[in-house]
């Protein structure tokens, strides 16, 4: 693999549990990128969950949050982003993202979502949809939007996140 540095950062995009936190982690421990995640940075400045910050102020509200952490990004390079599930749903954060850098899209099946969130309470927006039809139904309103908006696309079902992180970096160091 060449060692060749990533022009820009990279924004990982994709549904809930699709792995853009476990896979932004292991970017920035075996491969030394700067690691930004942006549901903990909202939280640390917020001082509270996502889950109390829908509940308390509300959705709205969190999504400007994201637009404006991703505004505070402009001209910075070398970052990996794990964007919220949600993020890439605005065309203005879209924008920011490219501007900055590399959208790579995590892909997963409704299945292997429903796996990996199974044991986690956080998400205000899988309340009551914790299963694969469930996931399925918001999958196919966000996935055409996702698509659209990503340089490429990875799918994850099946695959360990080194092997994940790997192709990541195979494919935008082939494209640049
Ligand atoms: C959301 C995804 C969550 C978090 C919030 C809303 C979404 O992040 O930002 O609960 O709209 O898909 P993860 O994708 O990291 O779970």
């Known amino acids: 693999m060449s060692q060749r540095k990533i022009p820009g950062s990279l924004f990982l995009i994709g ?4 792995g853009k936190s476990a896979v932004s982690a292991c970017l920035h421990k075996r491969y030394g990128m700067e690691l930004l995640e942006m549901d903990q940075e909202i939280e ?5 969950k996502i889950s109390r910050i829908f509940e308390s ?17 402009q001209g910075r390079s070398g970052l990996v982003v794990s964007c919220g599930g949600g993020a890439a749903m605005r065309p203005e954060n879209v924008a920011l993202m490219k501007q900055a850098g590399r959208i790579v899209l995590l892909r997963a099946k409704p299945e292997t979502i429903l796996k990996r969130v ?9 309340r009551g ?12 309103r966000r ?9 490429l696309a990875v799918d994850t079902d099946e695959k360990s996140v080194d092997e994940i992180c790997r192709e990541i970096l195979n494919r935008v160091r082939e494209d640049s």
């Open 57 to 73: 102020r509300g959705e709205e509200y969190f999504r400007r949050a994201e637009t404006d952490l991703l505004g505070e990004l």
């Open 118 to 126: 199974s044991e986690n309470d956080d998400r205000p927006l899988l």
């Open 143 to 151: 996935s055409p939007v996702y698509e659209a908006a990503c340089d």
């Open 15 to 18: 549904f809930m549990g699709a």
């Open 44 to 48: 640390r400045r917020e001082g509270m």
């Open 129 to 140: 949809r914790k299963t694969a039809e469930g996931i399925r139904e918001l999958m196919d």
